[in-house]
């Protein structure tokens, strides 16, 4: 899929409400997907940070979205582990998130995700989560 195609996939498939809350494709490379997300003030948390419940909602279309992009659009694929590691504060700044797959089969996913703001060594967190394809 191209970003193009794969952006019109997630925006068919989430609510056209909560679509811009779950970030932006960047970029497709072989096994992976790159999203970014600008933080709203609906997003923090006391003291000023972005929430947990964002960076893992953002870390979920990230994986869904790799997965998208190299399995083919299906709809119906759910989440079924999401393991995630906060290693900083998130500020707020633009997101970034990295989806690697680390192995597609037939019925099974596992994608490792990772957040980062500033430069790519600088991981906000980390993050494994598996996937169940119908």
């Not at 940070?49 to 893992?56: D, F, N, Q, R, Y």
């Not at 995630?84 to 192995?103: G, N, Q, S, W, Y």
């Not at 995700?113 to 989560?129: F, K, Y």
């Amino acid at each position: 899929m191209t970003v193009e195609e794969l952006s019109a996939f997630l925006d068919a498939t989430f609510p056209a409400e909560t679509r811009p809350s779950l970030g932006e494709i960047v970029g497709i490379a072989p096994g992976s997907v790159r999203m970014s997300l600008q933080p709203t003030a609906n997003m923090l948390r006391p003291g000023g940070i972005v929430s947990g419940p964002t960076l893992m909602a953002l870390v979920d279309v990230a994986a869904y979205a790799a997965i998208a992009a190299h399995h083919g659009p299906e709809p119906m694929a759910v989440t079924n582990a999401l393991s995630i590691t906060f290693l900083r504060a998130c500020k707020v700044e633009p997101i970034m998130a990295d989806a690697h797959i680390l192995k597609l089969g037939r019925r099974l996913a596992t994608i490792d995700v990772r957040i980062w703001q500033g430069a790519e060594d600088r991981l906000i967190a980390q993050s494994t989560v598996g996937y169940a394809l119908p």
